[in-house]
């Protein structure tokens, strides 16, 4: 039977961040209910970042860094990372999971990887504006593993989410290995072309690129973790947002998630993203993200904008 130390170092690094996500998403929750002061600092651009964000980060990176030092990092908080901050243990890290873990495959093409291989994409709070706003659902912490530029895996926590008893859930997955967690897939088709959109970006193009989609129904929804949940769970069609205001912290785990289960996550054109650790960490021609005729929402978005 696989051990801690046996599997291979992307399980590990998986292992380790689903309790981190995890452990993440109490943090937020407990600055939600809290009562106290949000400490709101307006990075700009309609971006807001609050205490739980730097929270949330601080517990990540600095428990991946400590136990992985070779794995290289992109978080989105702006913020110096306190090696005081990591106080997990690696066995217990990898080991809260390894069941779960031990579900899924590695696939053959990278049983090899070593940490130096492997790029870490941090959102650690995923839709603060719905965040301070009070509409919880559209929460997410994201941790995406990308490698050669390409997104591999990718874990979606969603901290306020209820199913009966069930309260938070993790969704991840491993690219030709499948998805895993308490993912709830709609087995009945969608009627109609449902078509998630943006609550914080509604310029012309925005609204442009979603009626090309020729949607019979649009639905605004905050979070990009939230919304490629939304497309994995067949509960709309596309997810539609031919605006800059995503980054590859915000698309990595998403985009892996999806290709692990079918399907696909592009550019609004149809391009792929890569995740190579440049300065330059912003997603200039929006996200589309589908479950099924991927090519034909890119086409009507081509017909009808050409850039953003």
């Known amino acids: 039977m696989a051990t801690i130390h046996s599997l291979p170092v992307l399980m590990r690094v998986v292992s380790a961040s689903l309790t981190l996500a995890k452990r993440a998403g109490q943090i937020i929750k407990d600055v939600q209910t809290s009562g106290t002061s949000l400490d ?13 964000d730097r929270a949330s980060q601080q517990l990540i990176i600095s428990n991946l ?5 070779q794995l290289t990092i992109r978080g989105e908080e702006n913020i110096p990372i306190e090696k005081s901050a990591a106080t997990s243990d690696i066995d217990e890290l990898i080991g809260s999971n390894l069941n779960e873990v031990l579900q899924a495959k590695c696939p053959n093409e990278f049983q090899d990887l ?49 199913n009966g008893n069930e309260f938070g859930r993790s969704v991840w997955g491993l690219v030709h290995s499948g998805v895993y967690g308490k993912c709830q897939m709609n087995s009945t088709p969608l009627p109609g072309r449902i078509v998630a959109g943006s609550l914080s ?25 939230y919304k490629a949940l939304l497309v994995l769970e067949r509960r ?9 205001g995503c980054s590859l912290w915000d698309t990595c785990a998403p985009e892996a998630v999806l ?22 960490t912003s997603v200039k021609t929006g996200v589309l993200a589908t479950m099924e005729n991927h090519e034909w929402y890119a086409q009507q978005i081509r017909e009808k904008i050409t850039m953003l």
């Open 259 to 280: 290709k692990a289960a079918g399907g696909m996550l592009t550019d609004v054109f149809g391009k792929g993203i890569s995740y190579l650790p440049t300065d330059d």
């Open 65 to 69: 860094t400590k136990h992985f030092p």
């Open 201 to 225: 970006h509604r310029s012309k193009t925005v609204v442009d690129a979603v009626n090309a989609c020729q949607p019979t129904e649009v639905l605004q929804a905050g979070g990009c973790g």
């Open 236 to 244: 709309v069609h596309a997810y539609v947002h031919a605006s800059r």
């Open 40 to 52: 709101i600092v307006d990075k700009g651009h309609n971006d807001p970042q609050t205490k739980a």
């Open 114 to 162: 070593q940490e130096k291989d492997l790029v870490v994409w941090v959102d650690p709070l995923d839709g603060t504006r719905e965040f301070t706003e009070g509409r919880l659902e559209g929460v997410t912490v994201l941790i995406g593993f990308a490698t050669k530029g390409n997104a591999i895996g990718g874990i979606i926590h969603q901290p306020f989410y209820v």
